[in-house]
């Protein structure tokens, strides 16, 4: 029997009974959120459940919107409910594993998942079903047709057009010489506005919403992660903490040149000894004078620094007050300018001797943006570079995650573009490739994985696009679920680069294939602009114990 809206809405209300009773429990385990580090798995299951059914709820959502407007082809609906099926199986499963531990017993489980509810999941993951959305996959050789609104839909197909004519023929190049992004690129990029997406007009920038701008992070990432689609994650980072929290002069000064792509910038928060544990910070930046003009002299060590060679300014948080026990309330971030450079390794002298050295780290993926790891000697920033003047130290730690929030969507936006080409390029092999006389496509498995695929992928883009209207909305409040996004995206994308891979057999193992280059790329998704677990335990879990 086929699956139906009723179907998926059952199973949604379903899982959203055991989610409520799961949360009620944590949050009494936990205290309010206070004892997550005393109850880390559970709290990760229940973050994690909390995600998928906020992703579950957002596909009904837009289908239900598709509906309303005419536009929810049969295709489209049997996607989305598979996509619901995919995300309430993968919660009862989870939160089943946890039901002991939590105390809701099999009870609740049961008692929400009746005899009926179980035939509908199964309904909505049938193979039959996902074996159907996948040979129309083969059919359409995965072409994303998601609908969008009439603006957005025509910045989605410029972005494509541009992504797929100027970014795809030098990806490979890139990635097997580990060369960095050609300077036409980022001028090109700079020409058609990508860089001030999220800029107010009045700071030079286009301000189309986040929305727009997650659509040109997709489409740039679907061509290339490394050549593209991480490009305006930096300057993205560092606006919104001038926005948050910098000098009316700092806004002038810094964002029509970010905007405009005159400037490139890069992020340096993470250290040697450093990563999650941002408030122990330890780089300082303590106060001198140099030739006569007032300012801070930078000393110490930052580690995974994207694209510090190429950028001509770096946002670095750094300790103003030497007092550890101050932790995140000693961090101020600075504005630091340097001479751009496109060699794996560099040196910036100043004329008073400052001084910064960096190296890019060896990685199998991810290249053309190059991750360096600094070192700065007495090098000299002016005063009025401290992010927020006088009034912004100590306030580098706050300034830096609403960074890091914008930084999480755009990174949701990344994984889907990731996941989108992985879809593509896998339906295209099968569809050339055959085996046994006829074309893998027409074998029951490779259909039922592509299901798979974009039903995954339904998911993460739903979730995704609603964090970014959430954004348009209220930043502050949208931050946990621009961090639900980032979570669920960054996963699918690398479910999804992983099973075309199996897809293309031995071919995928090969650097001959574009699929080769996605596996690697998408394994740093999970880990920067917040390492997974870190992100499950203390951004979504504590948003939701806590509520």
């Not at 000894?273 to 007032?294: L, P």
Request: with cysteine; proline share 3%.
């Amino acid at each position: 029997m086929t699956a139906t809206l009723d179907d998926a809405r059952s199973i949604l209300e379903a899982g959203s009974k055991v989610l409520a009773e799961a949360v009620a429990a944590a949050r009494e385990m936990t205290g309010g959120g206070k004892g997550i580090d005393e109850h880390q798995v559970i709290t990760e299951r229940v973050a994690y459940a909390a995600t998928e059914a906020v992703a579950a709820h957002e596909v009904l959502s837009e289908l239900e919107n598709w509906k309303a407007e005419g536009n929810a082809t049969p295709m489209r609906e049997k996607t989305a409910i598979a996509a619901v099926g995919e995300l309430m199986s993968n919660l009862r499963e989870r939160l089943s594993a946890s039901a002991d531990d939590l105390g809701i017993g099999d009870d609740a489980i049961e008692s929400a998942f009746t005899a009926d509810v179980r035939a509908a999941l199964r309904r909505t993951t049938a193979e039959a079903g996902l074996r159907e959305i996948g040979a129309h996959v083969a059919e359409t050789r995965g072409t994303n047709d998601w609908v969008l609104d009439e603006m957005h839909e025509q910045v989605r197909d410029q972005v494509r057009e541009f992504a797929t004519q100027e970014v795809m023929p030098i990806a490979e190049h890139i990635h097997r010489t580990d060369d960095l992004i050609p300077e036409e690129l980022i001028q090109k990029m700079a020409e058609l506005g990508f860089f001030g997406l999220s800029i107010p007009e009045e700071y030079g920038g286009v301000e189309m919403g986040n929305l727009a701008m997650i659509l040109t992070t997709e489409e740039l990432s679907r061509a290339s992660l490394a050549a593209a689609g991480s490009l305006i994650t930096r300057p993205e980072i560092l606006a919104k903490a001038l926005l948050g929290g910098g000098t009316e002069e700092q806004k002038k000064t810094w964002l029509p040149k970010l905007a405009s792509g005159e400037i490139m910038a890069g992020i340096s928060v993470t250290e040697p000894d450093i990563g999650s544990d941002v408030s122990g910070v330890r780089c300082r930046a303590t106060r001198g004078t140099v030739d006569g003009i007032d300012g801070w002299l930078i000393d110490g060590a930052k580690a995974w620094c994207t694209f510090a060679g190429r950028a001509d300014v770096l946002a670095v948080l750094l300790r103003t007050d030497p007092d550890l026990s101050k932790g995140a309330k000693g961090l101020s971030l600075f504005v630091v300018p340097k001479a751009a450079s496109r060699e794996h390794t560099f040196e910036c002298k100043q004329p008073g001797g400052g001084r910064l050295v960096g190296k890019a780290d060896a990685t199998p993926g991810y290249r053309g943006m190059h991750s360096y790891t600094l070192n700065f000697e007495n090098y000299f920033v002016p005063a009025d570079h401290l992010v927020g003047g006088d009034k912004g130290e100590g306030r580098g730690f706050y300034l830096q995650m609403a960074g890091f929030a914008a930084g999480r969507l755009q990174t949701s936006g990344r994984g889907c573009g990731l996941a989108q080409a992985a879809l593509e390029e896998t339906a295209k092999y099968v569809v050339d490739r055959k085996q046994f006389d006829q074309p893998i496509s027409e074998f029951q498995l490779t259909q039922f994985t592509l299901g798979k695929m974009a039903a995954q992928i339904a998911g993460a883009r739903a979730i995704t696009y609603a964090a970014a209207r959430a954004f348009d909305e209220d930043e502050r409040a949208a931050g946990p679920l621009a961090a639900q996004a980032k979570l669920l995206a960054c996963d699918v994308a690398v479910s999804t680069t992983q099973m075309g891979q199996l897809m293309h057999g031995g071919w995928g193992y090969a650097e001959e294939y574009p699929i080769s280059r996605y596996v690697v790329d998408a394994t740093v998704l999970p880990i920067f602009e917040g390492v997974k677990p870190i992100l499950e335990l203390k951004v979504i879990g504590r948003a939701i114990l806590a509520a």
